[in-house]
């Protein structure tokens, strides 16, 4: 791709990601897309042939701009599976208002809006990824609840950890960061980890 291109998919990308920010929770179209980036409307379905594909991009685009990887890298290195549930739940939770405008968008347009919820499950996909690889560690290290399942405990993460609970806390009763993670860390090990002896 050259870097024209590239140039023209990013500033779509960075668009499409103000625009849900700054929407209402209505639909946004590829043409308030290309007029607000000041691309044609053929070239953005150059880019994207589909929303659908458009909104996915975007979601991920804030991955690459905020470099989950590196967030992730701690959890990802950690050796026992308890550090690597807390470094797991540390990465996202600190990931969240990067993502938040975005994410708040398409929570509330995927009830109405197919590609929009096409673009939600994609990224929760990928969270349900990261929960999964952190619940696996805790079962190698025996360290997962008893009768609990893997499936059962990478749900109950997924709950814990989500964006509308990260909203309730920090934006409706106004936890500081700091306090919401440490009690989502400390809440997510009594529910999912065998207690210590």
Known sequence: MSSEN???????LKTTCQLLEAGDGNKVRMSDIAKASGISRQAV???FPSRSELLIAAARYIDETEN???RLAKSRNS???VDRL???IEAWANYIPSVYGVAKALMVMKEHDVEAKAAWDDRMRALRHGCQAAVNGLAKDRMLQSGMTKKEAVDLLMVVISIRNWEELTKEYGWSQKRYMSFIQRIARKAITEPSP
């Open 6 to 12: 590239q140039n023209s998919r990013s500033k779509i």
């Open 45 to 47: 379905y150059l880019h």
């Open 68 to 70: 989950i990887d590196l």
């Open 79 to 81: 050796e026992r599976g």
């Open 86 to 88: 807390e470094a797991f």
